[in-house]
C-alpha cells in the first residue's frame, strides 16, 4: 500500500527495530515510533539505500491512525507480560479458523458437513481439555516466542523534530530544463 522499497521494509522487520514497538511500555509507545524511525534511517544510511521519507511518513499516519487511535495499546503492546501468556496469534480466532479449514473437504461445505466438522472439533476440544490434568494427554510442546528486548529510548527524543527535511533524491521533473530549451533553440535553427 505505501510501497516502500522492500530493501527498507527488511531494515524495518529486522528484529529489534519495529517490533521494539510491541514490547515497550505503553506510555512510551509515541517515543518509541520516532526511536524506530531513526533506526530505520540510521541502518539505511549505513546500507547505501534510501530512505523513502513520503513513504514512511504515510505508515506512520496509519500506525497512529488505526493502531494508537482505534485500539488500546493494550490489545497489540506486550511489554510487561510473561512470554507464556503471549498468544502466538493476534486473534484466538484464527487457530480455529486454521483448523476449521484443514477439516472442510471444499471450501463451501453444504450445512451437514459444516455442522459435523464443528461437533467433531468441539468434542475433540472438551475430551482435550478433561485428558490433559488427568495425566491422559499432554499439553501440545509449541515453539517458544522470542520476543525482543525492550530498548532504552533516550529522554532526548521527544524533542526531535518530526521527519520534515527531504531525505530523498527528488524525482525529474516533466518540465524542461535549460538544457531542453537550448537544444530546442538548435533545432529550429537548423530547420
Not at 530498548?151 to 523534530?161: G, K, L, T
Request: glycine share 4%.
Amino acid at each position: 500500500r505505501f510501497l516502500i522499497a522492500e530493501e527498507e521494509c527488511s531494515i524495518a522487520m529486522t528484529c529489534e527495530v519495529l517490533d521494539i514497538l510491541t514490547v515497550i511500555d505503553h506510555s512510551l509507545v509515541e517515543q518509541g515510533v520516532k526511536w524506530v524511525t531513526r533506526e530505520i534511517r540510521q541502518h539505511c544510511n549505513e546500507a547505501g539505500i534510501e530512505y523513502s521519507l513520503a513513504k514512511w511518513q504515510g505508515f506512520w499516519e496509519y500506525l497512529k491512525r488505526a493502531w494508537l487511535g482505534q485500539s488500546d495499546i493494550s490489545v497489540w503492546d506486550v511489554a510487561g507480560l510473561n512470554n507464556e501468556l503471549v498468544a502466538r496469534t493476534n486473534n484466538p480466532l484464527e487457530r480455529f479458523n486454521r483448523e476449521g479449514n484443514n477439516r472442510f473437504p471444499r471450501p463451501r461445505p453444504i450445512m451437514a458437513t459444516f455442522v459435523d466438522v464443528l461437533k467433531t472439533i468441539s468434542a475433540e476440544y472438551v475430551q482435550r481439555l478433561h485428558d490433559v490434568p488427568h495425566g491422559q494427554a499432554r499439553r501440545p510442546q509449541r515453539e517458544r516466542i522470542q520476543l525482543p528486548e525492550p530498548v532504552e529510548i533516550p529522554e532526548d527524543i521527544a524533542d526531535e523534530p518530526e521527519d520534515d527535511e527531504p531525505v530523498i533524491a527528488e524525482l525529474p521533473s516533466d518540465s524542461p530544463t535549460d538544457e531542453d530549451d537550448e537544444s530546442d533553440e538548435d533545432n529550429e535553427e537548423d530547420q
